[in-house]
């Protein structure tokens, strides 16, 4: 065991904090708050300039080679100041890593270097529909071969970066016949392809800088190049790129929790009551001591199934279990941040009211945490056998 | 970051986990029953494997181990058995390790040497009466007397106490100071002039393990047992006890893993509504948890174990291994219990009996209140 991070790995931390401090910080509530979008976008192509769209990517597409710990910990580092830039960032690291591992050599250079170079400002994940959320093969999206083209019907709902992402993973019915998520394909659709309307943007609770769009297919042609990984594999494709995901989606959540206590802590050594700072009353330090305990342990699983990743080992259970726990743990780590803070915590005065609402998705999307055990449950049981 | 086990922790677990399920897991309900500590099994057998000297140098007679391999010894024991666990945790964490970190190179050889072979039991006398997390309000005293140190009060909840023949005593050596000063560690053989026992506490779990009240009435021993500098007892115990607090959380861990094995393993057998109850979502969540923080409380004992060994800082994190670790092997273990049903709440199976151990690794080592205050004080320094 080595649980230290490598000089490598602590340069990255290093760069994404300094980032995140100088660029992201005092832009975010702003951001929040509907402000000019521009400063988002500019932080993106400098994130991409740094080699942050494509962290776990081979050089020769334009990645940072930096593997999946660091992945970690620099999403963390970004997340800790502006979790909208760091969903934005982990879902195209997501769509990089899922072209390289099943693309065509032709698909993986005609596309990653376009996201990592920051050609691209963001690249998108399509697979949940309205009727599809937890359950994906339920989705009723479908792609018709009409000889020359794939022709795209239905709508897909929740869809991070859509309007100025790039590229679209986007998953299909390919085979109506087929039993339940074996008749299920992955296209890869670039933006501004006819027949691809981005629809209404959700007002959300937080996380308010990155856009969520439904988007609309309507006899959508795209070619037959379009298709990335084998025909009818797609179900199997989204379950096991969701995994490295979560890993992704886990880190982020970490930096929401560390920032919210860091706030707590420092507010707790400012702010007296009864003649005495915050921080000297148990009851505030019990909330720091068992926020930070948690979060301890959100890291360590985080950095467990990276490591299982980066080695190039199953670790499905692992990203669950960290994605399970570090959503959660952040999520007890914000709403007892703003409680430390009293009155002051529930208004946009102090950014611990916007970490409270950023954080909340976490145990929601790429998988919601009811899905996390579920995943975790079969794996222990099957272990057994 | 490397985030697996070495080929010589692997052995040890392997090696601890074949000699627990073989030999110690069998008796495991029977001693808790009887409260009947088995000292050739639960130690003396341990001194045989190497386990008692585990992580001291050879040149003092242990294996020369580091922290992690420590860790996994008590946690495959604590699997089957609380009593044993605690039984090495105490004795190595405890006892021969204040003399490893503080004793002089004479009481190494002397004291250290048989605690590590396994040859002698040792054991911890902080707590008394009104000193429990308040180890600054120890009332028991040391005055020098020529070649000699007469030690009088009383100690209780002392884990191994009446069978360790080597016992590490706080006293307060120095009337005029208050309350963290002025104490100091003295090294007590078992048959001192005027040292005797009292009291065996009758408890609601880790009934194997004996716990005793250590009197002490005018009792002697030698100048030269006096443990590092006189007055520095407070420091030597806090120190102790940073490292005690992985022996503990590894003990909790074992007992959660094993009541989460427990469960796991009747949620796949159990029929009810026609299927096994392991297919209902209620159940599968329990075991998702369970095993979620398990896995959690895992990376923070080794975290901390790993510290301790490359000689970093380590007392904020074993004070986040103990107090998540135990809280895991709680709520794993009510919730292990529940998976049982009504089968749970009897003697018939182990679950009953890894619930009444959990609880005590809330509280001893360090309360987890006092864990939180550890914490939080080290977080807003």
Sequence with gaps: ?385 | MIFELNEEQSLIRQTVRTFAENEIKPDAAARDEAERFDRALMFDKLGELGLTGIIFPEAYGGAGADYISYAIAVEELSRVCASTGVTLSAHLSLAANPIYLFGSEEQKQRYLVPLAAGSKLGAFALTETAAGSDAGGTRATAVRDGDHWVLNGTKIFCTNGGEAELNIVFARSDKEAQKHHGISAFIVEKDSPGFSFGKKESKLGIRSSPTRELVFDHCRIPAGNLLGAEGSGFKIAMKTLDGGRIGIAAQALGIAQGAFEAARDYARERKQFDQPIAAFQAVQFKLADMATEIEAARLLVYQAAYKASAGQPYGKESAMAKLFASDVAMRVTVEAVQVFGGYGFTRDFPVERMMRDAKITQIYEGTNEVQRIVIGTAVTR
């Excluded at chain 1, 790039?166 to 501004?192: H, M, N």
């Design chain 1, 1 to 385: 065991m080595n649980l230290d991070l490598n000089e490598e790995q602590q340069l990255i931390q290093q760069t994404a904090r300094a980032f995140a401090a100088a660029q992201l910080a005092p832009v975010a509530g702003p951001l929040d708050q509907g402000g000019d979008q521009q400063p988002f976008f500019d932080n993106l192509l400098k994130l991409a300039e740094l080699g942050f769209m494509g962290l776990n990517v081979r050089a020769a597409y334009g990645g940072a080679e930096a593997g999946a710990v660091a992945f970690s910990v620099a999403l963390t580092e970004i997340a800790r100041a502006c979790a909208a830039t760091a969903v934005t960032l982990s879902v195209s690291n997501m769509v990089c890593e899922l072209i390289q591992a099943i693309g065509s050599a032709d698909q993986c250079r005609n596309y990653i270097p376009r996201i990592c170079s920051g050609d691209y400002p963001a690249a998108a994940f399509a697979l949940t529909e309205a009727g599809a959320g937890s359950d994906p093969a339920a989705l009723t999206t479908s792609a018709v071969s009409d000889g020359a083209a794939w022709v795209l019907n239905g709508s897909k709902v929740f869809i991070t970066s859509a309007p100025y992402a790039g590229v679209f993973v986007v998953w299909a019915v390919t085979d109506k016949q087929a039993p339940r998520g074996q008749g299920i394909s992955c296209f890869l659709v670039e933006g501004g392809t006819p027949g691809l309307a981005i629809g209404k943007q959700e007002k959300k609770m937080g996380q308010h800088a990155a856009a969520t769009n439904e988007i609309v297919f309507t006899d959508c042609r795209i070619p037959r190049s379009a298709l990335i990984g084998r025909l009818n594999d797609g179900f199997r494709i989204a379950v096991s790129e969701l995994a490295g995901g979560r890993i992704g989606i886990g880190s982020l959540a970490l930096g929401v929790g560390l920032a919210a206590t860091e706030c707590a802590i420092r507010y707790a050594l400012e702010r007296k009551q009864f003649g005495q700072k915050l921080a000297d009353f148990q009851a505030i330090q019990w909330k720091i001591a068992d926020a930070c305990t948690e979060l301890e342990a959100a890291r360590l699983l985080l950095m467990n199934a990276a490591f299982l990743k980066e080695q190039g080992r199953p670790f499905a259970r692992a990203a669950s279990m960290a994605k399970l726990f570090a959503t959660e743990s952040a999520n007890r780590a914000c709403y007892e941040a703003l409680q430390i803070h009293g009155g002051y915590g529930y208004t946009a005065d102090f950014p611990v009211e916007r970490y409270a609402r950023d954080v909340r998705v976490t145990t929601i999307y790429e998988g919601t945490s009811e899905i996390q055990r579920l995943i975790i449950a079969r794996d222990v049981l099957r272990d057994f056998d």
